[in-house]
């Protein structure tokens, strides 16, 4: 039925007719009380624009490493600092700042958080020191430093599990069988 138009009430409808089908038992109640039809869309899907997008992508432009160093937690209800940032910028304009005034207030707060967050870090590691305890773990990581946090231990597995060994082993013994393989042909070629 993919090949007719329309929805499933005109196509029953075009198979009863043409004898194809016989008509089911629901056919009369559908066509008293026909289901909605919702317009349809030009195929084309808009995309979904923040008023603060703008400044998120200035963000970006003047902090790209942020975007490492800054990691978005999807668990997380703090928003990024992009957001943050822009959030902000619309703020300081609502409050009738200049637009360029607005980023450069934004940006230097962004500024003297980070630097104050690096700056307590650095505190609690000499505390620590002090005290003779192991530094506590970075309250502030980047993203690239979680991700290969993560991937330690798989990293480590494949030189100490023996499953992993053994494909390895099983591999270096292909590898040396592919190269006889070829030094042979090659061999027999000349």
């Not at 138009?5 to 075009?14: A, F, S, V, Y």
């Not at 004898?19 to 808009?46: S, Y």
């Not at 958080?113 to 590691?125: D, G, P, R, T």
Request: proline content about 8%.
């Amino acid at each position: 039925m993919s090949y007719m138009r329309g929805d499933l009430l005109t196509k029953t409808r075009k198979l009863v007719k043409g004898l194809a089908k016989p008509a089911p038992a629901w056919l009369k109640a559908m066509e008293q009380a026909p289901p909605v039809v919702f317009p349809r869309t030009d195929g084309k899907i808009k995309k979904i624009e923040l008023p603060e997008d703008v400044y998120v992508k200035k963000f970006f432009r003047k902090h790209p490493d942020s975007l490492y160093h800054d990691a978005v937690k999807i668990s997380g209800f703090a928003p990024p600092p992009a957001r943050v940032f822009a959030w902000r910028v619309l703020e300081l304009k609502e409050q009738g700042v200049n637009e360029d005034d607005a980023i450069a207030v934004a940006d230097m707060e962004y500024g003297a958080e980070k630097k104050a967050k690096k700056q307590a870090y650095k505190e609690l590691k000499q505390i620590a020191r002090r005290e003779g305890k192991a530094p506590p773990p970075n309250p502030y990581p980047s993203a690239i430093k979680e991700i290969q946090a993560e991937e330690k231990k798989y990293v480590k597995d494949r030189f100490y599990n023996p499953k992993v060994l053994e494909i390895v082993n099983k591999m270096k013994e292909d590898r040396q069988m592919f190269l006889q393989d070829r030094a042979s042909a090659s061999g027999d070629g000349q």
